[in-house]
């Protein structure tokens, strides 16, 4: 069995691929260039894409996204996460928290749609930090986020080391395939 990752992430590909390695199903990436509808979690995203991608597909189609959520501001960035990053630099994410609350998590919506027009959902969150310095070379957010339980910035750390916490929908669903 093949099943179709929508993404242009390698490191979502990764994830995917890691989750389903014991398996006897294929992920192949599928660069979908439809636009992201603008909703206020990523669930919306991530099941608007695959309803989508089905139509032209006969094999299962996943799409995974992320939001990220500071409990300093609730409900905020959210689903966009991306628009944040790209304009908030992490000096700047430092500055803003000073005194306040330094947590917060992602939110992993991951949607599974099948040729027969079944749609399947699965979240998951991962509780972060936010690093009181910018530390690190690689990115901008990822300079001063942090997973819960950890010292080190994301820019500190290879994504290697955080894939099991990434791909959790991803194995689910690897298991669920393969029953």
């Known amino acids: ?16 691929e890691k989750a389903f390695e014991k398996t006897e199903i294929n ?11 603008q909703a ?9 894409r695959v309803k ?15 939001s990220l959520y ?17 304009n908030l630099n992490a000096e700047k994410l430092v500055e803003l928290l000073e005194d306040k609350k330094r947590t917060g998590y992602f939110e992993i919506a991951t949607v599974i749609g099948f040729p027969d027009g079944k749609i399947k ?9 936010i690093s009181k310095e910018v530390r690190g070379q690689e ?11 950890s010292d080190k910035t994301f820019a500190e750390t290879d994504s290697e080391s955080r894939i099991e ?3 959790k929908n991803f194995r689910e669903i690897a298991k669920e395939l393969s029953k």
């Open 121 to 129: 959902e699965y979240e998951s969150k991962v509780p972060i930090k």
């Open 40 to 48: 206020s979690n990523s669930l919306e995203v991530a099941k608007n």
């Open 27 to 37: 992920v192949k990436q599928l660069d979908d260039d439809h636009p992201e509808i």
């Open 139 to 149: 990115g901008n957010l990822e300079k001063v986020l942090m997973l819960e339980k």
């Open 52 to 66: 989508k991608a089905i139509r032209n597909h006969d094999n299962p189609v996943i799409r995974e996204d992320h």
């Open 165 to 167: 916490l990434w791909n």
């Open 70 to 86: 500071l409990d300093a501001i609730p409900g905020f960035p959210g689903p966009y996460m991306s628009y944040f990053d790209d």
């Open 1 to 16: 069995m093949e099943v179709l990752l929508i993404t242009g992430n390698p490191e979502k590909v990764e994830a995917a």
